[in-house]
């Protein structure tokens, strides 16, 4: 269990570096310049601006340099906000993002293994057939329409109710944070219904369950005890993917619902070629999923007693 | 004294999206304590159907029992056509199944498996029911039974998979063991160890057993009686030297010529059985077996044969049996 936590570890900060080398030299193969600006510059100026951020170097040693201070836990200064560390940038505005992910991702899991089941018990009756027509809709409907969406309910709710139960946009307070949290999280919720839905039938039909019934157990008890648990393995197996799926999506979300995460800074920073910021924010997202990952297969180890961790 | 199972007239169907198959048409039997009863047949002839009607194990809908009864003890199991089978399955009958691989749940381990059977009928503490468990193991003849009760399926060979099942279904002490196949999935030398268990926990408990199977060595080795099943019904039913030495049905003959000796002539040719049984979605309204049988006559095709009586529990739905038969039937039955 140690050794294969090590060595999945090990070979986390592999793929960090491999990611960290790639949107490095995929970011300068772009043309253009993050000290391009509106007003001409006289070109003395110009080079010194360079020289002070390094950009006068040659890529390869711009490269090492900034590997360098990474190990360091330096990420740099950004070229377009005044005044600000990359490190501070991620310090405040990553806090939003996790809150947001996590309660998404709560939220998705919760509600995929519960409407999973409930679709699975409900085979073929109105009520599955109803859960699996919106688990259609929340696959397809891309998130920007759901916020929208939701903006508008949450407005109509204002208005039906006199005062503001939920602020339309901004963050603070839970009454912020439940419906960007709702969006974000429905179209893994959905993904993880229907993955739920198949896997609880599947396992329905299976010996162990015939074998379970066969030995008088009432079917409450078949059904906590033998289904549900068997069931969830695959939706526990999805998580980690899932959690990459519901960060990426967070920058819509975040974009519409005006949250100060950190999605904002990451797709501003690649706007303006802000080489500091993009390296500094793709770098953490990596290694955060990395380890999402790593964390979601021990996990698994826990729960499944087949898999082995070695 | 009556029988400790009964079965009368048992009809199963089944609603599928092809229409009605009628899976059971009309199988009686009886068990007496102590007994053990085969069950053979190929494929599909409603072997399986028939046993997890009376444990109420078969899915209603798309299901349906559409008449006949089931006495356990002389109590009625199967009310208002459908089965309340919570007080059988388990403590009346114990079930083991064909595959012990995928009968057991792969994230429990196998003393709670055990244990769980006796906390619900017998409302044992979790702890009294695992060290029951534990004894229920040994019993089966696993070594280090204490050990084994703490491990999960994964950890276990397919015979002690199947052993652990028997201790699973004999947690109770059912008065009826059903075993579905027991050893269809094991190899050789493991079939024959399962079987001696079986015996000899029979002979310690004083179970009933109902063995499903279509492997012929393995009612000669175990049965006391035979029910040979084809298309749904019971077509001969007797002793096992009834069934093997004094056959009364073409089909039996059949699956005795399709079957492997260990004679002198060991040159002797397999001849299976021609064609393939009925279509259950339209039964044909004669003898289920004609369309197969070397010894066809015009009555088969549309009278339905009934059961002639040929010994004091030998019986079989042939219509060579009939007195008004112009052939003999003791030509077809006695070569």
Redesign the interface.
């Known amino acids: 269990m140690v050794a294969y936590t090590v060595k999945r570890l090990l070979q986390g900060v592999i793929t960090v570096w491999f990611i960290a080398t790639a949107t490095f030299f995929g970011m300068h193969a772009v043309p253009g310049d993050p000290l391009a600006a509106d007003k001409e510059v006289p070109p003395e100026i110009w080079a010194n601006l360079q020289a002070r951020y390094g950009l006068d170097k040659p890529v390869p040693e711009q490269y090492v340099i900034y590997l360098s201070n990474m190990l360091k836990g330096d990420f740099g200064i950004s070229y377009t906000q005044q005044n600000r560390e990359v490190n501070d940038i991620i310090a405040e505005h990553f806090k939003v993002s996790a809150t947001l992910g996590i309660l998404a991702i709560v939220f998705a899991a919760f509600g995929g293994i519960l409407w999973g089941a409930l679709t699975a018990l409900y085979r073929n009756r109105a009520p599955d057939i109803v859960i699996v027509f919106l688990v259609i809709l929340g696959i397809s409907v891309p998130s920007f329409v759901f916020a929208a969406l939701g903006q508008l309910g949450v407005v109509n709710i204002n208005n039906a109710l006199g005062f503001t139960l939920f602020p339309v946009a901004g963050w603070g307070t839970v009454q912020h944070m439940i419906v960007p949290s709702m969006v974000l999280g429905l179209g893994t919720m959905a993904f993880l219904t229907r993955l739920m839905r198949s896997s609880m039938l599947e396992i329905a039909n ?3 369950i ?9 079917a409450t ?1 078949v059904f906590r ?2 289904q549900l ?2 069931a969830i ?1 695959p939706v526990v197996t999805v998580l980690g993917p899932s959690i990459a799926a519901i960060t990426t999506g967070g920058f819509v979300v975040e974009m519409v619902f005006a949250i100060p995460g950190l999605g904002r800074y990451f797709v501003q920073a690649v706007q303006q070629l802000d080489y500091t910021v993009i390296m500094g924010t793709t770098v953490f997202y990596g290694a955060f999923l990395v380890f999402m990952v790593i964390l979601v297969d021990l996990v698994y180890g826990l ?4 898999v082995r961790l070695e | 004294m009556s029988a400790l199972l009964e079965v009368d007239d048992l009809r199963v169907e089944f609603d599928t999206y092809g229409g009605t198959v009628q899976a059971v048409r009309g199988v009686s039997f009886e068990l007496d304590r102590g007994q053990t009863l085969a069950i053979v047949g190929e494929s599909g002839c409603g072997k399986s159907v028939t046993v997890q009607s009376i444990m109420g194990l078969i899915p209603m809908p798309p299901g349906r029992i559409t008449s006949g009864s089931a006495r356990l003890d002389g109590k009625d199991v199967i009310d208002d056509k459908r089965i309340d089978g919570k007080d059988i399955r388990g403590r009346l009958v114990g079930m083991i199944f064909q595959d012990p691989m995928s009968s057991l749940n792969p994230t429990m381990t196998i003393g709670e498996q055990i244990a769980e059977t006796l906390q619900v009928h017998r409302g044992y503490s979790h702890k009294r029911a695992l060290a029951r468990a534990i004894e229920l193991i040994d019993m089966t003849r696993i070594p280090e039974a204490a050990k084994r009760a703490r491990q999960y399926p994964f950890e276990f060979s397919g015979g002690m998979l199947q052993r652990s099942m028997i201790a699973m279904s004999l947690a109770c002490e059912p008065s009826i063991l059903i075993a579905d196949e027991p050893t269809t999935a094991l190899d050789v030398t493991i079939q024959a160890q399962i079987l001696d268990l079986m015996r000899e926990l029979q002979r310690d408990n004083g179970m009933a057993i109902i063995l499903i199977t279509h492997d012929l060595g393995v009612v000669a080795r175990m049965a006391d009686e035979v029910l040979v099943m084809y298309a749904g019904e019971v077509v001969e039913r007797g002793s096992v030297d009834d069934v093997f030495y004094r056959s009364a049905h073409p089909y039996t003959l059949g699956l005795r010529a399709a079957m492997p000796s260990n004679r002198d002539d060991a040159a002797q040719e397999l001849t299976p059985i021609d064609g393939s049984p009925p279509d259950l979605f339209a039964p044909p309204a004669g003898c289920g077996y004609f369309a197969r049988c070397p010894h066809a006559m015009r009555a088969c095709e549309t009278e339905h044969p009934r059961a002639f009586e040929l010994g004091e529990q030998h019986r079989a739905r042939c219509w060579l049996h009939h007195e008004d038969c112009d052939v003999a039937a003791d030509e077809v039955f006695r070569k």
């Open positions: 299976s010996d162990f015939r074998t379970a019934r066969s030995k008088g157990l009432p008890r005890k033998h648990r068997n393995l729960i499944d007693p087949r």
